[in-house]
């Protein structure tokens, strides 16, 4: 297959380019940008799930891995939007408080990132659904290790089905 023929689903599409590639008004692309904080992002947070990985070389996630969410997702009937996806390495200076404070989820996902990074105020294992704040608190190895291991699809499996009553 050659990449003159490949074509991203429109869903995707969309979610990379949901803002103008034109700017018409740089006064509304600065008080934009100062709303926002400078926070980089996927999806919409339409559900109020934020999800937080941490990956050194992709904005977001390496393909396969970014797959392997969207599969996730789909099988607890949410889609990308639902969500706001954040990778700690590319947002210095993030942690808990800012985040929960931008984003005000109802559920936290952490895949593959150690809470005390997020200065996370408590410490629990992986694959433990834990309440604070009013808020459900998921940790779970990254989405490679996942990907990779059944055991460790179907712990996360079980979680997600408690975390979103499945």
């Known amino acids: 297959m050659s990449l003159d023929n490949f074509q991203l689903p429109a869903f995707l599409t969309a979610e990379l380019y949901n803002d103008s590639l034109v ?19 996927l999806g ?3 559900k109020n799930i934020l999800i ?51 984003f005000q989820p109802e559920f936290v996902i952490c895949l593959g990132i150690e809470l005390s990074a997020l200065a996370f105020p408590l410490e ?11 808020q459900s608190y998921l940790s779970a190895p990254s989405l490679k290790i996942l990907a990779a291991d059944k055991q460790e699809k179907l712990q996360l499996w079980g979680c997600l089905k408690k975390l979103f009553s499945i």
């Open 23 to 41: 700017v018409l008004d740089t006064n509304e692309l600065t008080n934009k940008s100062l709303n926002e904080n400078s926070l980089v992002f």
């Open 44 to 46: 919409n947070n339409k």
């Open 52 to 102: 937080i990985v941490n990956d050194e070389n992709t904005v977001y996630l390496p393909d396969d891995s970014l797959t392997f969410l969207m599969d996730i997702l789909t099988a607890c009937k949410l889609t990308l939007s639902d969500t706001a996806l954040i990778n700690f390495n590319k947002n210095p200076g993030i942690n808990y408080k800012s985040l929960v404070q931008h």
């Open 124 to 134: 629990f294992p992986y694959y433990q659904v834990q309440q604070y704040n009013n």
